[in-house]
């Protein structure tokens, strides 16, 4: 009996998923060269669909890495010579930020506790600061950072570098690829894949400065510094043998998107996200732990439990209905539930999971 | 009608991958947590198999990257403070070579023309390098460096790292892992995966020399770092979302290899390199590549086309019997063709193509 999973990634399969692996099986695909044509229009047909989807632009480069983990410390590698500046507010904030000094750079941060966001008015860039690395979803926290924020931020610092984790809501923010410089998800989230492919979106001016950077005997890493995936790019293939089949796989989920559209996708997370946070608000034993709701995550709903233990609500939910919700994360194991709502899961499963909870 | 390919990287899939795949769909392993006790067994069970498989010491971390390309660039960065010394003889002992210079290194290098291999008593290695880059098997050019050559140059330099390139012949060369340090490959080659995941064997000594370099302060990197891998490896974990499923069909696969037993896949591997060397010394259109008999490797048999087109013998082949061979590399593709020989194709298949070839 299969199990349904609101786990914050790995996540629920996206309901195509399996079927697109089923067919890249029958395509050979995990025999095919990668510097073949056929393997140049896979990765040119995932870029087109992911470029409608998340509405980026041409100049824009799409490629693809082991993890998004890779993609933090390819960024700080690729842009930052000297000082970076991160919004930190949970364990992923936290850990790009660490990677920055792991990479011997200095690294600011501008820490809120656990829970709380960012909005725009309050973030003071330190000066020098190259780069400023921003999170759109804290996945360990349940908090967002809106758009409009993040790219008030880039237009206030239009000579720095501004990096979106995206990890835990692709596709769902808004961003515009026109204002920010950087982003990046991997697939095990949102996109309802297995883990094993990470997507990092950058454009041309990160390109000059990692070449300018080179050019000042900086070590910006090998094959997948920006100039060696950019160059790759150019004719759809990648510096190294990738994910053959999860690049197929993710442009055929994003194309299942495209049909959906993504405005209906938004519009279908909210309502979603607005039915588990109502229910958490109404519960007797779980409250909302994100207190303002415009910092809110739409795609990972995290929530206090009262009065009872979350193992074994998490362990009653399974053994009832087969549904497993996600743990809170580290400390907070033992108080806090986190439900993604990502788009593999609908609407009728999300009111299932929450009749479920009423027991 | 499914081709068989007799390509050297990505390459024909091992007999039971797809069923270890849909098993992996069913069990839901796209969706579990890479921090869960059933991640942590299946972790174990693919250290467990390739242990017996290539006789690796319990001492010896085995981890998982996003290909071995980044291995190249984890090895350099992991062991090498000042200099590193590499046996170049084709593409990919050379990027071995380019990647050491990329992260600033100072690298030395013995080279060879393309299709001679290298024999211990010839080399001499510079005084401070810290590590010497080998290449079990030349991809590019179908060398191969005998195991016992590799030994002798670890015993007379015993305060060096010896790293092995093994990516397109493990399992088959039987490697001394209490001599080497380091040894790696990817799941597409022999194992017949498909592409998206790195295998990397490294011993504690190379984790005590990138902690030492760590307190040097060198940039050791940071998630794919060796104190990083072998602190997650001790709970059988990654340090970031691995390709989860990919581990569980290694490990299969692994398994599927020591029932057959690694004795009988190195002699079939050799017998079946016999019958195409032996075919192409025959043939009146095509000569072995690689003149001295101990450097021709037993997993990717290359051979020059004489009076006739490289392109055409390709194609032909596929048209008449729906069968891959791997073309010339780079500059090599309109002159030569390059057989891989791996597990995944049996002696029958391989007397099939060389049935075909004979037209």
Redesign the interface.
Known sequence: M??T?F?P?????FPT??QH?RD??EL???????RSAQFRSIYQHTVEQLRILMDIPESNGIFF??????I??RIIQNTVEHESFHLVNGSFSKKFY??SK???KYAHQYEKPFGEGFDYAEITVPEYSELICTTANETSSGVQMRPAEIHKLKRANKDKFVAVDMVSSAPYPDLDFNTIDTAFF?V?KSFG?????GCWIANPAMLEKSNRMKTH?N?I?????LPSLFKNFEKFET????????IYVLGKVAEDMNKIGIETIRKETERKAKLLYSFAEKSDFLEIFVKNPEHRSQTVVVVNVVGRSAADIIKQVQADANL?IGSGYGDFKASQLRIANFAAVNVEQVEALIEVMKK
Chains 1, 2 share one sequence.
Do not use: C
């Open positions: 299969r199990k999973y786990t990634g790995p996540a629920e399969l998923v399996e692996y890249a099986f050979q695909l995990g025999s095919i060269s990668h890495t082991g993890s998004a983990t890779e933090w410390e660490d990677f792991e990479l011997n991997s095990q894949m297995p883990a094993g492919l005997e070590q890493g090998t094959y997948h510094s510096p190294e043998t990738p994910n053959v089949m999860a497993v």
